[in-house]
């Protein structure tokens, strides 16, 4: 059954770095997301992506961030210059048409030090 | 503001017994909702999901029972197996102006004791 992927699994970085978050999405999927959860609390969403722009996008989803999919594979997240509050595991999910249940990513571990 | 959220945040059941997880949602104008079901170090899984023109929806184990009148979501999950224990997560979609993002709830542990 085809996932979603995500790379690295792990990301350890310095506070002020840039990172920059992968995920392959389900190949035959338009509509794609990023969530991030923080440690013991709830999913939270930050942007959704269709058409190669960005649909919606929350307020967590600032000037900091930003999102494209350089390839028909690849869709990533880059925070420009991570902060300690960017510590969080995030989520890629996608899903093939507007009416369809997100299927996600198993996520990447974001630790800022 | 609107919000999804969760009554319980552990339950605790013997295996074998049924489990129910109750969610209640504050958007009237929600049309979908979803159950997620996270295990440690992974992304939320697909559970079932249900429509807000429908009460009922069975799945293999699981039943997603949705009382409008109330804005209230339950999911049941009959049998329950070590196997089931994780953080358990409503999530609501197609609320008015809220496009396609998923909110989720704060989540439920769920832990099966032998």
């Known amino acids: 059954e085809p996932e979603v992927t995500q790379t690295p699994s792990h990301q350890v970085t310095q506070m002020g770095q840039e990172v920059i978050l992968r995920c392959v999405p389900i190949s035959n999927h338009l509509y794609f997301y990023w969530y991030r959860q923080i440690l013991g609390q709830k999913v939270e969403f930050l942007v959704s992506f269709y058409n190669n722009e960005i649909s919606e996008k929350s307020e967590i989803f600032d000037d900091q961030f930003s999102v494209e999919r350089p390839d028909g594979s690849n869709f990533t997240l880059k925070i420009r210059s991570t902060k300690l509050e960017d510590s969080a595991m995030y989520f890629c999910?996608?899903?093939?048409?507007?009416?369809?249940?997100?299927?996600f990513g198993p996520g990447t571990r974001l630790t800022v030090l | 503001g609107e919000s999804v959220g969760l009554h319980l945040p552990t339950l605790s059941v013997q295996e074998g017994d049924n489990s129910i997880i109750n969610c209640a949602y504050s958007n009237s104008a929600s049309d979908y909702f979803i159950w997620y079901k996270q295990e440690s170090g992974k992304g939320p899984q697909f559970i079932i999901d249900?429509?807000?023109?429908?009460d009922k929806r069975q799945g293999q184990r699981v039943t997603v029972l949705l009382n409008k009148t109330v804005k209230h979501l339950s999911l049941q999950i009959a049998a329950t197996q070590p196997g089931d224990s994780a953080v358990y997560f409503c999530?609501?979609?197609?609320?008015?102006?809220?496009?396609?993002?998923?909110?989720f709830g704060t989540g439920t542990q769920l832990k099966v004791e032998l």
């Open positions: 249900i429509r807000s023109n429908m």
């Open positions: 999910a996608s899903i093939p048409g507007v009416a369809d249940t997100q299927y």
């Open positions: 999530a609501e979609k197609g609320a008015a102006g809220g496009g396609n993002k998923l909110t």
